[in-house]
Every structure is written in C-alpha cells, then in structure tokens.
C-alpha cells in the first residue's frame, strides 16, 4: 500500500504510524489562467509538487494546500478570487503556527503564484522571529527556478515564462490534462522595459488572461519540469537531513 502522506486522506492512526516530523504545504490561487487552464492551476501545481515530493522522503507530511491567493491584480479576469494581502498573510501565520503547535517544527513551503511572494515572506519571517527554533524554507517562484534546473533551448518562447504561459501551461497540461483546453490556448509576451519591476495589473499586459506562449506547451516539457523540480526540492530535504537541518553557525 503506497504510504499515506497528504493530511486530508490520514487518519490519526496513519499519523501515528507514519513518524512524520516534518511538512510541506502548497500555496495556490484560484484565478483566470487564460482561455485554456483551470482556475485551479496555481494550487493544483503547487500541491502536486508537495505530494510528489513528500512521497519521496521519510516523514515528510503534505497540508491542506491553501487555495485562495493574493489575486487582485489579475481580477480583471473572470473568474478570479482574491484573498487580500493582509488576509492571506494572516491564513499563512495561522497554518504555519498551528503546525509549529502540533509538534511539526520543520516546513517546506512551495508557492504557485507570484501574488503570494509578499504575504509569504511577512508570514514566515514573522513566525522565523516568533519561534527560531523552527526550520522554515520557501520555493517562491518554481517558474523562475525551472529556467534554472533545465537547459536553455528547454523553452522556445521567452524561457517559458508567463502566466498560463509555455511553461505553466506545459506542468499543467502534463498533470491534468483533463482540465486542460489546449485548442484554446492564446498568449502573448508583453512589453516589459528592463530595469526597475513595474507593478502591473494584468490586463495592462495581455487581453487573454494569458502571457506567454502556450501554444508552444507540451506535456514532454511539462513532465520535465516536474521532474526536475521535484529532484530539486527532495535533494534539498535530503540534504537538510544529513546536515541535522543545521546551516549557518550551527553548520559549522
Ligand atoms: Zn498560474
């Protein structure tokens, strides 16, 4: 019987049994991703990465993913849903602290949506402070670290960035293509200057609910970026464990 690691499915008897002394949670958005990507895709991404990895490694428990994200600068977009900054910074400290609470002292959180970035640095710099004992480590943008962990020529438009752009729509297609649209896909990669981020809301840079390329996505390229990032967060924990998750001073 495959191990049971996902909170929802586990029963307190699977807790007990499973010897779980460290989580990992999902941090999603439930937002327009274009014509051809569920409104699910942010936390349906994130999540799988979560159960992926967490079945990989010993002890390792996946939360509740947090479904709603910080959403406003793509409401233009049907059918989107926001939480607010202050609130899912709020949700974040609540789960993390409840966590810390139930003995769980060692957090890997991965992100699926750029809106989360600032409500998840506040939430866990803020707990880091409140108990410093507690190991917390966040995967903030898979979309930037893929471009990293695969080969340049990976991607044929804009290194496969974008929102249900190449890339996403490709991770997404691959794991779910029964949510997928794909003979809708429509993107198009916006006129950003370099220099100085500008805060944009997201119909300032696309009509599509999309940017990007996602004609280009496949599911090849979907289970390679998976896969890759998958290694790459298990070979972290990996690492954090025959290190005693010690790193700084205490590494020495
Ligand atoms: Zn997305």
């Given at each position: 019987?495959?191990?049971?690691?996902?909170?929802?499915?586990?029963?307190?008897?699977?807790?007990?049994?499973?010897?779980?002394?460290?989580?990992?949670?999902?941090?999603?958005?439930?937002?327009?991703?274009?014509?051809?990507?569920p409104f699910g895709s942010d936390t349906l991404v994130?999540?799988?990465?979560?159960?992926?990895?967490?079945?990989?490694?010993?002890?390792?428990?996946?939360?509740?993913?947090?479904?709603?994200?910080?959403?406003?600068?793509?409401?233009?977009?049907?059918?989107?849903?926001?939480?607010?900054?202050?609130?899912?910074?709020?949700?974040?400290?609540?789960?993390?602290?409840?966590?810390?609470?139930?003995?769980?002292?060692?957090?890997?959180?991965?992100?699926?949506?750029?809106?989360?970035?600032?409500?998840?640095?506040?939430?866990?710099?803020?707990?880091?402070?409140?108990?410093?004992?507690?190991?917390?480590?966040?995967?903030?943008?898979?979309?930037?670290?893929?471009?990293?962990?695969?080969?340049?020529?990976?991607?044929?438009?804009?290194?496969?960035?974008?929102?249900?752009?190449?890339?996403?729509?490709?991770?997404?297609?691959?794991?779910?293509?029964?949510?997928?649209?794909?003979?809708?896909?429509?993107?198009?990669?916006?006129?950003?200057?370099?220099?100085?981020?500008?805060?944009?809301?997201?119909?300032?840079?696309?009509?599509?609910?999309?940017?990007?390329?996602?004609?280009?996505?496949?599911?090849?390229?979907?289970?390679?970026?998976?896969?890759?990032?998958?290694?790459?967060?298990?070979?972290?924990?990996?690492?954090?464990?025959?290190?005693?998750?010690?790193?700084?001073?205490?590494?020495?």
């Open positions: 019987m495959k191990k049971k690691v996902y909170h929802h499915e586990m029963t307190f008897s699977d807790f007990k049994e499973g010897g779980f002394n460290k989580a990992i949670i999902g941090v999603g958005s439930a937002e327009n991703h274009g014509f051809h990507l994130s999540h799988a990465l979560a159960m992926e990895v967490a079945s990989r490694v010993d002890g390792m428990m996946v939360l509740p993913p947090v479904n709603y994200g910080m959403s406003r600068h793509y409401d233009n977009f049907q059918f989107t849903l926001s939480l607010e900054f202050e609130t899912i910074t709020a949700v974040l400290r609540d789960v993390l602290t409840s966590t810390i609470r139930q003995g769980i002292t060692r957090i890997i959180i991965i992100n699926g949506h750029d809106g989360n970035i600032a409500p998840i640095e506040m939430a866990t710099r803020s707990i880091k402070n409140a108990h410093p004992h507690v190991f917390l480590a966040s995967l903030d943008a898979w979309w930037e670290k893929m471009g990293e962990l695969l080969p340049p020529e990976t991607f044929e438009v804009w290194g496969g960035l974008g929102h249900a752009g190449e890339g996403e729509s490709s991770i997404v297609h691959y794991l779910y293509p029964q949510f997928t649209r794909m003979e809708n896909a429509r993107g198009v990669v916006p006129e950003l200057p370099e220099g100085p981020q500008i805060k944009w809301r997201f119909n300032e840079l696309t009509p599509y609910g999309a940017t990007g390329d996602p004609t280009k996505a496949s599911k090849e390229k979907g289970k390679k970026m998976f896969e890759v990032l998958v290694d790459y967060v298990v070979s972290f924990v990996r690492s954090m464990e025959e290190k005693g998750w010690n790193y700084g001073l205490s590494a020495r």
